[in-house]
Nanobody, 125 residues
Framework: QVQLVESGGGLVQAGGSLRLSCAAS????????MGWFRQPPGKEREFVAG????????YYADSVKGRFTISRDNAKTTLYLQMNSLKSEDTAVYYC??????????????????WGQGTQVTVSS
């Protein structure tokens, strides 16, 4: 199995930027599709972005397209989410997840096998 640990969350003003990291260990990171999800307070967990094992294919939720960038460094077994032009509605707990058999376009949480503990992102208006 894989252990995933998110970091980089915090408080940021609307319009600002944050870069989240997800460090993976204990598995075959370089073979997994990876994704970022988020769960706003009192709401359901939602898909944010996905990336293929090679990093060549990415997919974004419409709500973040053009503002967020997902990337990965397989040598470092680390996943990233660069978040720019942050809005108050981006406030959520952000989770990284690993998908052993899937596509970057998999948006359902049920498609993912391993999850991190989450990191809080709060955007003030």
């Amino acid at each position: 199995q894989v252990q995933l640990v998110e970091s980089g969350g915090g408080l940021v003003q609307a319009g600002g930027s944050l870069r989240l990291s997800c460090a993976a260990s204990g598995g075959r990171f370089s073979t997994y599709v990876m994704g970022w999800f988020r769960q706003p307070p009192g709401k359901e967990r939602e898909f944010v972005a996905g990336i293929s094992w090679s990093g060549l294919n990415t997919y974004y939720a419409d709500s973040v397209k053009g503002r967020f960038t997902i990337s990965r460094d397989n040598a470092k077994t680390t996943l990233y989410l660069q978040m720019n032009s942050l809005k108050s509605e981006d406030t959520a707990v952000y989770y990284c997840a690993a998908n052993r058999i899937g596509r970057s376009t998999d948006t359902s949480p049920s498609r993912y096998d391993y999850w991190g503990q989450g990191t809080q992102v709060t955007v003030s208006s």
